[in-house]
């Protein structure tokens, strides 16, 4: 089978060049699977351009926060639930993690109640902060489980959803050519503070058939993308938190926390059975938030702290474009898969040569499969591989899950041709127990012939752990069942002699 002109991503599919995609300062994206990117409200904070949008979803808290204070005591009426905030995945933006698609989950009940409950105790001061310049969304992740960048982004994105409309309108109607060009009906907006209520609105957008259905694509300024954690988050503040008391001028306060903070870590027996505090991360962690509960002005100062850094973000943390969705990468791999042909007898057969094909161009490409000096992730390699399935005759379907955890991918052609992939990490942790028992269970639970692994390494060491695992399960590498790729950095090909 060959594969002729793919059209993987936006500029493919609407036959302009990546140049004009990426001049007008927008994501190329992939439009075959989700691209690793996402809203951060804090670079729509720190870029003056963005500062209405900013605005907007400040003013947007500040009216649910009177609606919370309102109604304190009462739980989330359904129809306010329903109204302000549960909003769909903006699925046309193709950004997140699904590998199969761009279908995402959304905001629900989990995200609403937290917002809900927060406006009314750690965010009552929202908008009217004495201590940083401005009120920050992501606040609402330092205090809740289960709220992270996704959330933060999905709901970021809805509330300047007009905007991104309009941006990708402007786009549309100035370099598309106009067959790709349709009006559309879309929902929820624009918000109008003075009724309370939502608007949908009609805007002359790309084009798209997915999977037979007729949709929209959006484009998503570049410079208002990251794809680590937001600016503001959990994680960096744990990190930084003995920084953040340290920074506090008030004598009083800052002795207070650490007490607080001190008591409230657990307790363990040491060696000589004595009770002594249990400096242990998990601790720390659960003595932080604790504190957090009791003193919620200290996540005003980690924010001061984050404000005074908005140059840093701005130059550090906005998601470089190959780095997202691997334009450059994954545009050799096409031009190479354009030329080759593939065995369509069977799924293996498919699979194993789309496998040896991926090999052959990770390990012979000169640029470093490391992004700042950070290795891909199982997630970012799925969806590289994802990239060379395009145009297959055989279903590549991912992360399949029939109850004890999903496979990477299962490849069939009707019931009676199927197999499985699971690509890994040569430094997971789990590999072994993987390696021994994973592709049997998914071979039963699935019903599938055969089920392929293949291990990425990036460094030396890792290698020697494959090799040290490998040998103690007694398998090798056949590349039939188990195959090896090599991502260790290349030296360039005029030094090798």
């Not at 933006?93 to 009314?120: K, Q």
């Not at 127990?433 to 390494?457: A, C, E, P, R, W």
Request: charged share 25%; hydrophobic share 35%.
């Amino acid at each position: 089978m060959e594969v002729n002109n793919p059209k993987i991503y936006f500029s493919d599919y609407f036959e302009i060049s990546h140049d004009t995609v990426e001049n007008y300062g927008a994501l190329d994206i992939a439009l075959v699977c989700d691209n690793p990117a996402f809203v951060d409200p804090f670079l729509l904070f720190a870029n003056p351009k963005y500062k209405e949008q900013h605005a907007f979803i400040i003013k947007y808290l500040e009216f649910l926060r009177d609606k919370s204070i309102s109604n304190t005591g009462k739980e989330l009426d359904s129809g306010d639930f329903q109204h302000y905030y549960k909003f769909s995945e903006v699925k046309q933006a193709w950004l997140g993690y699904s590998v199969d698609g761009n279908a995402g989950l959304g905001l629900g009940p989990l995200f609403a109640g937290s917002l809900y409950r927060n406006l009314i105790n750690i965010f009552a001061d929202f908008g009217e902060e004495k201590i940083t310049k401005s009120a920050h969304l992501e606040k609402l992740c330092l205090v809740e489980e289960g709220v992270g960048i996704d959330k933060v982004s999905d709901f970021a994105l809805n509330l300047i959803k007009e905007f991104v409309l309009e941006y990708t309108q402007e786009f549309a109607l100035k370099y598309l050519d106009q067959r790709f060009v349709k009006e559309f009906a879309v929902k929820k907006t624009s918000f109008d503070f003075d009724t309370g209520l939502w608007k949908d609105g009609r805007f002359k957008l790309p084009l798209f058939e997915y999977n037979n259905e007729i949709d929209f694509v959006l484009l998503v300024p570049q410079d208002i993308l990251t794809r680590e954690d937001t600016w503001i988050s959990k994680n960096d503040f744990l990190k930084n938190s003995i920084k953040i008391f340290s920074s506090i001028q008030n004598d009083e306060l800052r002795t207070k926390l650490n007490k607080y903070f001190y008591d409230s870590l657990q307790t363990k027996l040491n060696n000589n059975k004595q009770l002594v505090k249990d400096e242990s991360q998990k601790s720390k962690k659960t003595a932080l938030l604790n504190t957090i509960l009791a003193y919620p002005k200290i996540l005003d100062y980690y924010i001061k702290q984050k404000e005074k850094e908005s140059d840093i973000a701005l130059t550090k943390h906005i998601a470089i474009p190959e780095e997202v969705n691997f334009y450059f990468d994954t545009g050799y791999i096409q031009k190479s898969l354009a030329n080759k042909s593939f065995d369509k007898i069977t799924s293996l057969a498919d699979c194993v040569d789309r496998i040896n094909f991926f090999k052959q161009v990770l390990e012979s490409n000169s640029k470093d499969l490391q992004i700042k000096g950070t290795k891909l992730q199982e997630k970012q390699l799925q969806l590289m591989f994802k990239m060379t399935t395009f145009g297959s005759l055989f279903d590549y379907n991912t992360e399949v899950n029939n109850g004890r955890g999903p496979i990477d991918f299962v490849i069939s052609m009707g019931s009676s041709d199927k197999i499985g992939l699971e690509l890994k990490l040569a430094s997971n942790t789990k590999l072994k127990q993987n390696l021994l028992n994973q592709g049997k269970i998914y071979q039963i639970d699935s019903n599938l012939k055969h089920v392929i692994t293949v291990i990425f390494f990036f460094e030396d060491e890792e290698i020697r752990r494959v090799n040290g695992i490998l040998t103690e399960l007694g398998k090798q590498i056949d590349n039939y069942e188990l195959f090896l790729i090599d991502c260790r950095k290349k030296g360039s090909a005029s030094n090798v002699k």
